[in-house]
């Protein structure tokens, strides 16, 4: 026999071949040939003690580690600490306190490691007549991989004739790859695959083995501009993520039936401690499996090497930003090199913070900057500064109104608002133009219009009412963003549920509301006259549907 490791041979598999040369007394003598003690307990998957075998194999440690073991998998999404935990564990073995499986988190995961090795039975072939004999394969012993990846045939963990058990994974069972089972039923009878989903894991799983993450420190900053960039953002509630629109489209690629088949567990969108919301906050991105990553960049890239190619929209465009205080000598002069970024928790949306070094003047502005323009534009005022405090006292007493005061202040509508009520100075409102009552027409006759032109774009609804449309844009802009964004948000669930009526002509208002239960319930309370009209008529008095509300 060869006492080399073969390609993508498992550790174990080494040690097999050597006891089965040798008989069972050999078993400990070759423990001790190869370890250097005759009791040594390694798993198939993260074995330990390295560096022994690498004495006895003339093996550099680091190639035991990356192609004979499923260290790399696993290695891929842990911390810093872990990482280093699992490394020391497996080179040195015994005295480093815990089991690699514990250091990489396996004992505490919902996804168990497989407890019986698998084989392809046309690996298997090749693997007779390129070296003689067969052996255990790393790429065939991941988690929920259950098709070869080279072969897209359905690997064998029993006997595919008469279901008997043929490998074990602790060093004690285990057995070389056979080539029949016990009752010597051939096992290389192969059964082709048919389902897409189980090649991709297959491959993309095998991705993962060969080590293709290292740096895993912006996976969850690709993770937000790969929602980003889909849109899946909820623009209602100022670009939280939607999980529960995200985790719809989520099981329309990966049913909850394949799920199951490959044991991975099914996510509640409702449940914030489920993987699939967990592996998107920061906290939690490192320290998850392996197979929950590969899903969730399957999922929004279609392969993980085409989701590490997502690149990361810089935040704040430039590197220097302009003070935007009208009373500062530096007024729209880029003098601030300096932005605070700040991450806000379940945002998509960064905020960055604005300090002019010269005036004190502060603002804040939720970023990406698309727009070359959009450097001027100010989210919060956070600090104003002395000199723009001494302009404002100057100008208060000559003020002919909130108009006259945004002209010359250069700030918003609601922020002159905020600062006269705060100040008692609400005369000021009544006198040249009375602002609020103006705001209330405006806003009153803006959300009329609105309601007749539900589907009309934004850049048409400015032509059609560019009177209000501006006016607002100038003295209530938040006002109308956020009135516009609901509007764009009616759009998206009224065109989901069209597409779900056109898929199922035939179905009943029942049936409608399980095939898609959030737009469902989402238009039945915000868009309920839009829905009544769309929906098949009635069976019953319709009083069966008030549930749902
Ligand atoms: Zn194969
Ligand atoms: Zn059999
Ligand atoms: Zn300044």
Not at 505 to 520: C, G, H, Q
């Amino acid at each position: 026999m060869n006492d080399k490791l073969y390609p993508d041979e498992l550790v174990c598999s080494l040690i097999a071949r050597k006891v089965h040369y040798l008989g069972k007394k050999g078993y400990k003598r070759t423990l001790h040939s190869m370890f250097g003690s005759p009791h040594v307990q390694n798993k198939y998957d993260l074995p330990s003690r390295l560096e022994d075998l690498s004495h006895a194999t003339n093996l550099e440690v680091d190639e035991l580690l990356y192609n004979h073991t499923l260290y790399p998998y696993y290695y891929s999404f842990l911390t810093d600490k872990q990482r280093e935990n699992l490394t020391r564990s497996m080179i040195k073995g015994a005295g480093t306190g815990r089991s690699p499986n514990q250091y990489a988190g396996l004992t505490r995961s919902l996804i168990r490691s497989n407890t019986q090795l698998f084989l392809c039975p046309l690996c298997m072939k090749e693997d007779i007549n390129s070296v003689g004999e067969p052996y255990w394969h790393r790429a065939h012993q991941l988690p929920g991989v259950l098709v070869c990846y080279k072969h897209n045939v359905m690997l064998h963990s029993c006997c595919p004739t008469c279901k008997s058990a043929i490998g074990f994974t602790t060093i004690n069972e285990i057995c070389i790859t056979p080539a029949f089972c016990a009752s010597g039923h051939n096992l290389t009878l192969t059964v082709q695959n048919h389902d897409e989903n189980l090649f991709i894991v297959a491959v993309e799983s095998y991705t993962l083995l060969r080590g293709i993450i290292s740096d895993n420190t912006i996976i969850q900053q690709k993770y937000l501009q790969a929602l980003r960039n889909k849109g899946h953002i909820n623009k209602l509630r100022t670009s939280v993520i939607d999980h529960h629109f995200l985790m719809e489209q989520f099981f329309e690629r990966f049913s909850p039936e394949f799920l199951r088949v490959i044991h991975v567990d099914i996510p509640q969108s409702d449940n914030k401690q489920s993987w699939f919301r967990k592996i998107l906050r920061n906290q939690y991105t490192k320290n998850m499996h392996p197979i929950y990553h590969l899903l969730m960049m399957v999922f929004l890239s279609n392969t993980i090497a085409s989701f590490l190619n997502i690149s990361i929209e810089k935040d704040f465009n430039a590197g220097r930003w302009p003070c935007l205080n009208v009373a500062c000598n530096f007024y729209r002069e880029k003098v601030i090199n300096r932005v605070i970024q700040e991450k806000r928790e379940g945002n998509v949306k960064p905020l960055g913070v604005f300090e002019c070094p010269y005036c004190g003047f502060t603002y804040s502005r939720v970023g990406p900057d698309k727009k070359r323009d959009d450097i001027y534009k100010i989210h919060h005022i956070l600090k104003t500064g002395d000199l723009w405090d001494k302009k404002w006292e100057e100008i208060i007493k000559i003020a002919k109104g909130v108009k006259h005061l945004i002209r010359e202040l250069k700030v918003s509508g609601t922020y002159i608002l905020k600062k006269l009520r705060d100040n008692n100075l609400t005369h000021l409102l009544g006198g040249h133009e009375d602002f609020t009552k103006a705001q209330e027409v405006v806003r009153e006759r803006f959300t009329i219009f609105l309601r007749d032109h539900k589907s009309t774009s934004r850049t048409e609804l400015a032509q059609i009412n560019r009177r209000d449309y501006w006016w607002l844009r100038n003295y209530d802009r938040e006002w109308l963003e956020q009135i516009l964004t609901n509007n764009e948000l009616v759009l998206k669930k009224r065109k989901l549920f069209l597409e779900i009526t056109r898929k199922n002509p035939k179905a009943t208002r029942t049936e409608l509301s399980e095939i898609n239960d959030v737009v469902y319930r989402w238009l039945w309370r915000n868009d309920y006259d839009w829905l009544q009209n769309h929906l098949p008529p009635s069976r019953r008095s319709g009083k069966r549907l008030r549930h749902l509300e």
